[in-house]
């Protein structure tokens, strides 16, 4: 008979088996026990037939990670800490000294910081280019280039760019295609069928998804993913995420597992509300421009209502608008502190809906042609009622007149 602690420790009773529930159970491990020797050494950790390490995954995760790739139309599914970390393992994984990456100049901001900050240090160069013009990138390719990020919306502008072409470009030239995801969220659109009914299919090399957005949708939980349908770019970003030790709590992937059943109705509630806002926001004297674009005249329109047409024309969460020129900046601040529903806060596709000012100038490399001059506001339509929305915007709006 050993004693009490041990007992406690090692004890004899496992639950009957057959325990079945709506949701899946939550695996927590960093150690995985193995019944053998054998059966520790010949454990493969790349492929899931097996388990060896908390970093390489439990049952959780993997059901997210497969759950992720149905969503996405992919094979192959890795999980990071945050968005940004999905956005990071995309460039270590595939990028080294004396490669170039190509970015479109609407990037989401970190992205920039990235490349910027850290990559240039190791001798990866990048380059701007225009997400609205697919021959500037053509001509931004050369021999060094060997990662080209994609954004369908882009960030804060929302451009919708023309991604069957720039994509076709990259494949002509064979170079790796990435998309930062988050916005379409694999239901506006399908990032590895860009031509659902053409065979063989058209699409991304890599999608990038920040799940802290519509994924877990409760403005609490910070996890990225990088979905790929290639075994071979799966492995070569499956050992830099070893290497580097990219684990995410299990905690958190029963938080996804929780909110993704929803997620389909919530983008789609979302979606309604900001169209409504955004409608109304084109209508009002002090909006120069208003940026969405499933508005007419929005930049890049066209091509958003081409890509999305296959979907219930998906176009999340997001609306900006150009405050006149004539309005200073303590006014536009004032005008978005009189907001009282909408808080200041970053993210996205959570239930608040929240609200930036945003620099413009200090974040492209030029003021696009296709943006009027002004102060960007950007608006994160939450699930509130959309009529008490428009009214704290009209509050809003009667402080700035
Ligand atoms: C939020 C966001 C990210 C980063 O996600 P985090 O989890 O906040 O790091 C990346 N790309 C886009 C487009 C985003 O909106």
Redesign the pocket.
């Known amino acids: 008979m050993s004693h009490q602690v041990t007992e406690l420790i090692h004890h004899a009773y496992v639950p009957p088996e057959g325990f079945v529930a709506p949701q899946p159970g939550v695996f927590k491990a960093s150690t995985v026990i193995f019944p053998t020797v054998a059966a520790m050494r010949s454990r493969e950790w790349k492929d899931k037939s097996a388990y060896t390490y908390g970093l390489h995954g439990t049952p959780t995760s993997y059901q997210l990670e497969e759950r992720l790739c149905t969503l996405e139309g992919a094979l192959q599914c890795l999980l990071v800490p945050?968005?940004?970390?999905?956005?990071s393992l995309v460039a270590l994984s595939l990028l080294k000294s004396g490669d170039e990456v190509l970015l479109p100049d609407n990037s989401?901001g970190?992205?920039k910081a990235l490349v910027e900050g850290e990559l240039m240090h190791w001798g990866i160069t990048h380059q701007y280019y225009d997400p609205m013009d697919p021959q500037d990138l053509e001509a931004q390719i050369c021999s060094r280039t060997k990662l080209v990020w994609l954004?369908a919306a882009g960030?804060v502008t929302l451009e919708f760019p023309d991604l069957l072409a720039l994509v076709r470009i990259c494949k002509a030239r064979k170079v790796l295609t990435a998309l930062?995801n988050?916005?379409g969220a694999g239901l506006a659109f399908k990032p590895f069928d860009l031509l659902p009914n053409e065979s063989p299919a058209l699409g991304v090399d890599l999608s990038a998804h920040?799940?802290?957005?519509y994924p877990s949708g409760g403005g609490d939980v910070?996890?990225?993913s990088v979905t790929t349908r290639d075994a071979g770019l799966h492995l070569r970003l499956k050992l830099t995420h070893m290497r580097l030790g990219l684990g995410v709590g299990m905690n958190d992937v029963e938080a996804i597992l929780r909110s993704l059943p929803s997620m389909a109705l919530r983008y789609r509630a979302h979606d309604e509300s900001t169209r409504v806002l955004a409608l109304w926001a084109d209508s009002q004297p002090e909006f120069v421009q208003v940026l969405h674009p499933a508005l007419p005249g929005s930049p890049g329109h066209a091509h958003w209502k081409d890509l999305c047409v296959h979907t219930f024309g998906g176009a999340a969460c997001l609306f900006s608008v150009i405050l006149d020129e004539r309005f200073s900046r303590d006014q536009t601040d004032a005008f978005c502190d009189a907001l009282k529903l909408f808080k200041l806060g970053y993210?996205?596709a959570g239930p608040i809906s929240l609200v930036v000012p945003y620099e413009l100038q200090s974040m492209r490399t030029v003021w696009p042609a296709h943006i009027e001059k002004g102060t960007l506001v950007r608006f994160s339509v939450g699930l509130e009622a959309v009529q008490d929305l428009q009214l704290d915007l009209e509050h809003a709006l009667r402080v700035l007149r």
């Open positions: 945050s968005g940004l970390a999905a956005l989401y970190p992205n954004e960030s930062d988050t916005w920040a799940l802290t957005k910070l996890m990225g993210s996205w």
